[in-house]
């Protein structure tokens, strides 16, 4: 095999190529924990082709450098295409697991939201499955949450501690999410951000998405609805044998009052009707937070009527109320005549999932 070469030097080449294997082995074992399904069968191939070579006494040389150099190929472009970035040394990206849970509550501070942390149990056994990390020497430094519904993917919370900032790691977590939702045959991706995060959606813009629609935040007092009701109107808390109706009425997307009712929390659902009888607003109430998660009308007199009928489910200890208002003027108009104050304006931004 080693044609002029000395028994001794002939051994110490083997021990050495033995060695270099070892190493791209382990360091593709790395990568393994960090890629989608998809990455992993493809990494894994070149894997067994070595590790049946380097099981064979007498396996040529320059099969098992070829495989090496394979191998070492393999994994340098399965990790541009996860983008990782040379500053990002000492870093694993990786899918949670369920003692990671108390470093998400610690960074999901971070995201100063009105809503509280997923439960531990809900997390666990759920969220955790569409959870990526960061980690590095043991502690988790960024994590990424998201969605994939039939359409589209949705990023649902990135965040990253402040110390690694600007090492891209966001975009690496982005890179890889991304990589899932092509997976899974998507092409188009969202994700809110605060109007004033500048950074964030500098980050967003440069994975090419773009800014859709503004949503908003009011904080409302329960005292002043304390309004006359409508004579003519009633509101009741919806069945959802009533939902398609609803929704058809007041055009949102059939099945919208159905996923109102999918959260961790106890939502109310709450449903208004004009002196005719037929549907005039629909709103989702989550007393837990003291938090109106969506709201329609079709007319803006609708709405002092179906936010006082949520009152009676507040919890005690609750002076005040959040509206979300989803891209509905006429919504946001009658909240500011309520004398309702304007907390947080929220982009939604769009774009195509990157092909890399």
């Not at 998809?38 to 070829?66: G, I, N």
């Not at 020497?137 to 994939?148: H, K, M, S, T």
């Not at 919208?256 to 009888?277: A, C, K, P, Q, Y």
Request: glycine share 6%; aromatic share 8%.
């Amino acid at each position: 095999m080693y044609p002029g070469m000395s028994t001794d030097r002939r051994q110490e080449n083997s021990e050495a190529l033995r060695e270099s294997a070892l190493r791209q082995l382990a360091a593709a074992e790395s990568l393994l924990r960090q890629l989608s399904p998809k990455l992993v069968a493809e990494l894994t191939t070149s894997m067994s082709a070595l590790r049946e070579l380097l099981a064979t006494d007498d396996a040529a040389p320059e099969h098992v450098r070829a495989a090496v150099e394979g191998l070492a190929s393999t994994t340098a472009g399965l990790t541009a295409r996860s983008g990782f970035h040379g500053s990002q040394r000492g870093t694993t990206l990786r899918r949670a697991v369920a003692s990671d849970y108390a470093a998400y509550v610690r960074l999901f501070a971070d995201l100063d939201s009105l809503r509280p942390p997923v439960p531990y149990q809900d997390w666990v056994h759920d969220s955790r499955h569409r959870t990526l990390v960061v980690e590095t020497a043991g502690q988790i430094v960024a994590y990424c949450a998201w969605e994939a519904y039939r359409t589209h993917g949705r990023i649902c919370e990135l965040v990253v501690e402040k110390p690694w900032r600007g090492q891209r790691l966001g975009e690496r977590l982005l890179r890889a999410v991304g990589s899932r939702f092509r997976e899974a045959g998507l092409s188009t991706w969202t994700i809110n951000v605060k109007e004033n995060n500048g950074p964030a959606r500098r980050l967003y813009e440069r994975m090419g998405f773009r800014s859709r629609s503004r949503w908003y935040e009011f904080e409302l007092v329960w005292k002043s609805l304390a309004v006359s009701p409508d004579a003519g109107a009633s509101t009741v808390r919806l069945k959802t044998t009533e939902d398609a109706r609803f929704e058809r009425v007041l055009k949102l997307a059939p099945g919208r009052l159905s996923r109102w009712r999918r959260d961790v929390h106890e939502v109310i659902v709450m449903g208004t009707r004009d002196r005719r009888g037929l549907p005039a607003g629909a709103a989702a109430f989550l007393p837990e937070l003291a938090r109106v998660n969506a709201c329609y009308v079709n007319h803006s007199s609708a709405l002092p009527d179906l936010l006082a009928a949520l009152e009676p489910f507040r919890w005690a200890k609750h002076d005040k109320v959040t509206v979300f208002v989803d891209r509905d003027r006429k919504v946001a108009s009658a909240l500011w005549r309520l004398g309702a104050r304007s907390v947080l304006t929220v982009l939604e931004m769009r774009g195509p999932v990157p092909l890399d």
